[in-house]
Structures are given as C-alpha cells and as structure tokens.
C-alpha cells in the first residue's frame, strides 16, 4: 500500500533560522504531491503542489518544495521562517488512477520562537 | 472562496450512540472526502465519495457508514459510537486539483 512518511514530528526553531521538512513516500508509479498547512485553530489549507514541469515549485508565503524522482522524496524548505509559521504541516501524496485518494504523512509540529 | 461547513465543532455522545456528522459544500464539487485526524497519525482517509449516491471506502471505513444524497451534503455516520472513534473528524471536498476542508469536528466519545 502507498505511504507518506514525514520524518520529524516535532522541530523547534528561532526566528530567521532556515526550515527544511522531509517527505517521502512509497510509490514507484506517478505522483502528484501536495503540502498542506494547519495553523492553530484554523483549516487545513494548501501550501504547495506538484504534479508536473520544474521539480522544484513554490508555494505561498516563501516556501518551496523539490520533487527528487529518484529518492522518492518531496521535502519543504523555506530560507528564513518567521514567528507566523508556527503550524502543523502534512506532507500528501495521490497516485495515478487512485480515484483522487489522497494519502497523507503523520505531520510535523513547527514551533518558531521569536 | 470555496466553502465546507461541518454542522459541528465539538460533540460529546456515549459509547453505542448512532452519531451524524454533516458537511456541506457550496462549490458544487464532485469529491467529497471524510477524514479523521489524530496526533501522531496525520490524517486518515474514512471514506469519499465521487457522486451523488457514489462511495468508495477509504483506509479505515470500519465501523463508519456515509450518505450523499445531494451533491453538496456527505454525511458521515457512526452506526454504534465506540471511544477509539474519539477523533478530530474533517470533511473536504475537491476542486481545482486541491482539497478544501471544512473546521472539523471533534468528537468525543465517552
């Protein structure tokens, strides 16, 4: 069965410190894969998506993701986090011919300091 | 903007209770998705559907059921509350190749 796995639940970081979240997932096949953001008490909502073209997309508010083929990997940076990023983010995954399934990771908790 | 709107936030019923969970989205989407999300576990799909009175189970339909009549209303139901049903329950529903979700709701079974 396809799986995503993201491999920090938890990260801690100060203000202007660089972010950097690991995504794999388990499919040989094709893919498109999302991120999706929770900040606290609000939707889950989208940040960024793949489905084709450049490897590396961006998203809003400064994020980015690069899709490595070959490491089976989708991993988010942004260059400088901000207080305001603090926010759950899940890494997700549909796979062709998958009825629009979307498959996600378990999460990681960012937690920014000023 | 797109909307979902989960008739609840917060729920509390006892263990064997039949509990509905509504959703209703104004965007006239075809996909409609029910969720649940726990710490630790990210977010698991329960079921979706793809048309009216069209479903398809997800990675954990037991113990849940779904009804969509209407295109804009996926109800999700719990035939027989359990306490490992206890969960934070999303609703989303998809467009423009992306999901929209609704505020969930947290259900708590005592």
């Known amino acids: 069965a396809q799986s995503v796995s993201q491999h920090n639940h938890h990260v801690i970081l100060s203000e202007a410190a660089s972010l950097e979240l690991g995504c794999n997932y388990s499919y040989g096949g094709t893919v498109n894969l999302f991120w999706y953001v929770q900040y606290p008490g609000q939707h889950l909502q989208l940040l960024l998506k793949y489905f084709s073209g450049d490897p590396l997309v961006k998203g809003i508010k400064g994020f980015e993701a690069e899709f490595i083929k070959s490491k089976f990997s989708f991993n988010l940076r942004k260059p400088s986090v901000q207080w305001s990023d603090t926010a759950e983010y899940f890494c997700a995954v549909t796979v062709s011919g998958g009825y629009n399934k979307l498959i996600f990771g378990a999460g990681t908790r960012l937690a920014v300091h000023p | 903007d797109v909307k979902v709107t989960q008739s609840s936030r917060y729920l509390v019923k006892r263990t064997g209770e039949k509990v509905f969970l509504e959703c209703v989205q104004d965007m006239d989407h075809e996909n409609m998705f029910w969720y649940r999300q726990d710490p630790g576990l990210g977010l698991r799909l329960i079921y979706f559907?793809?048309?009216?009175?069209?479903?398809e189970k997800g990675d954990i339909p037991e113990g849940y059921s779904v009804s969509r009549e209407k295109k804009e209303r996926f109800s999700l139901i719990l035939e027989s509350a359990s306490t490992n049903q206890t969960s934070m329950y999303l609703c989303a529903s998809k467009g423009n190749e992306k999901l929209f979700f609704g505020s969930g709701t947290q259900l708590s079974v005592l």
């Open positions: 559907s793809y048309d009216v009175k069209m479903k």
